[in-house]
């Protein structure tokens, strides 16, 4: 049975760093495509990020390029996004989420391409 288990959020102000675990459980991260999402009120889930078969690969979203980095640590199967320069836009839950596998790059930036799902971290940056 596969977990993810998401930690890290939290309240920050604008310009500020935060740093979201995702440690999973029943999956090996080295062999799936680890993403994450986030939702904000009134909005649909959004990609941010997905790190790909042991780190060979990774994609962000345009709004967060170059402010947002994904590793993985397979020791602890354990994904990190670290989320620097922070933006009152930034403020949503955000969801770890697992695929077993490599995924198709068309998919990998779309919820319907993952099987499974945290339970989501709140993330507040404050102006």
């Known amino acids: 049975q596969v977990h993810l288990v998401e930690s890290g959020g939290g309240l920050v102000q604008t310009g500020g760093s935060l740093r979201l675990s995702c440690a999973a459980s029943g999956l090996t991260i080295s062999r799936s495509a680890m993403g994450w999402f986030r939702q904000a009120p009134g909005k649909e889930r959004e990609f941010v990020a997905v790190l790909i078969w042991n780190g060979i690969n990774t994609y962000f979203a345009d709004s967060v390029k170059g402010r947002f980095t994904i590793s993985g640590d397979n020791a602890k199967n354990t994904v990190y996004l670290q989320m620097n320069s922070l933006e009152p836009e930034d403020t949503a839950v955000y969801y770890c989420?697992?695929?077993?596998?490599?995924?198709?790059?068309?998919?990998?930036?779309?919820?319907?391409?993952?099987?499974?799902w945290g339970q989501g971290t709140q993330v507040t940056v404050s102006s």
């Open positions: 989420a697992a695929a077993r596998g490599p995924i198709p790059i068309a998919t990998m930036t779309k919820s319907t391409g993952y099987e499974y």
